[in-house]
């Protein structure tokens, strides 16, 4: 029994150990960079992007599908303008939670709408499998700019444009490379 108990405790160890080398990798790779940007590692403020999209409703249902969460609340121009017109269904401002404890504000454009590349959003996960089954699903009718996979830098990453036309990087916590 106690032999037992001694093996245990040499993998939690070993496993820990080679957390550490990871997260050591991933520090040194990019944390650790002379060319690495520091300026805006600590956190001051909470961003929380805003996206204008030709139909709000169906695209926030999509993440939430994808990512997981739900939406929080949807305030239409009707609700806060007495707008009677075909535009009072329009939603002027909702907040849909995301991946964890993530917002995203989203409103339907009154404008049409040219979709930006300048943009990606970045959600990291605890682990692989949670991080491919976010990308899988939002890959669903997207295009997929780099397989979810190891990268040569030290990180789980996949980059993907999903069907809104909205950039997206999802990458899991360094872990321990498969050899």
């Known amino acids: 029994m106690l032999a037992v108990i001694a093996a245990k405790r040499a993998v939690m160890k070993n496993v820990a150990i080679q957390k550490k080398r990871s997260v050591r990798r991933y520090d040194t790779v990019i944390l650790n ?10 956190q001051m403020g909470i961003l929380q992007p805003f996206i204008f999209s030709e ?61 930006g590349s300048g943009i990606s959003l970045n959600v990291r996960y605890r682990t692989e499998s949670e991080a491919r089954e976010a990308f899988e699903k939002l890959a669903e009718g997207g ?6 996979g190891w990268q040569p830098f030290g990180l789980y990453l996949g980059e993907l444009t999903d069907k809104y036309g909205m950039m997206w990087m999802i990458n899991a916590e360094p872990q321990t490379k498969p050899e």
């Open 33 to 42: 960079n002379p060319n690495t940007e520091r300026k805006g590692c600590m």
């Open 143 to 148: 295009i997929v700019k780099q397989p979810i």
């Open 55 to 115: 139909d709000a409703r169906a695209q926030a249902d999509f993440y939430v599908k994808s990512l997981g969460g739900e939406i929080v609340s949807i305030i239409t121009y009707g609700d806060t303008m007495g707008t009677q017109s075909e535009g009072k269904d329009k939603v002027l401002h909702m907040c849909v939670s995301v991946a964890g404890e993530n917002s995203i504000f989203m409103a339907d454009s009154m404008e049409p709408i040219s979709q």
